[in-house]
């Protein structure tokens, strides 16, 4: 097996393989398996996978794996699921920890746009958990 980085060149070529090798396990000509449960950690600034807040790549519909450029957090070019792929799990567990994720869970929860604050837009067709520690959930809306 090649290390990634022999076997592609571009993130694009990195999202095409990546998306190959989902479909070959989907059913049904889907793109996606059916997953069952996505865990997705979140970061202080509200991101889940590698969709930021006001980056390109939030707005990518139609596929299931989107290559990302210029990422506020290293490294700049990345792969990611799109939203297509994240909403279509069965359920979605969102997990955070610590005081400094407080305000990036309140905006995700509360009425932030996706644009604003990614992680509200992570949502399983079945159930959406959020596992937060006390110091996450500080300023989590009730």
Not at 79 to 88: E, G, K, N, Q
Not at 94 to 120: M, N, R
């Amino acid at each position: 097996m090649l290390p990634l980085s022999d076997a592609v060149a571009t993130p694009e070529e990195s999202a095409s393989a990546y998306r190959a090798e989902l479909a070959r396990h989907a059913g049904d000509g889907s793109e996606v398996p059916a997953f069952d449960v996505l865990l997705l950690g979140m970061g202080p600034d509200a991101h889940v996978a590698s969709l930021f807040p006001g980056h390109e790549a939030l707005g990518v519909m139609g596929t299931a794996v989107v290559g990302v450029h210029g990422s506020p957090k290293p490294p700049a070019e990345r792969v990611s699921l799109t939203f297509d792929a994240i909403c279509s799990a069965h359920e979605v567990w969102v997990v955070a920890a610590g005081a400094e994720k407080a305000d990036a869970v309140s905006a995700a929860l509360g009425d932030a746009p996706v644009s604003d604050a990614p992680a509200g837009g992570a949502k399983g067709t079945s159930r959406t958990l959020w596992l937060l520690d006390a110091a996450a959930a500080g300023a989590a809306p009730s």
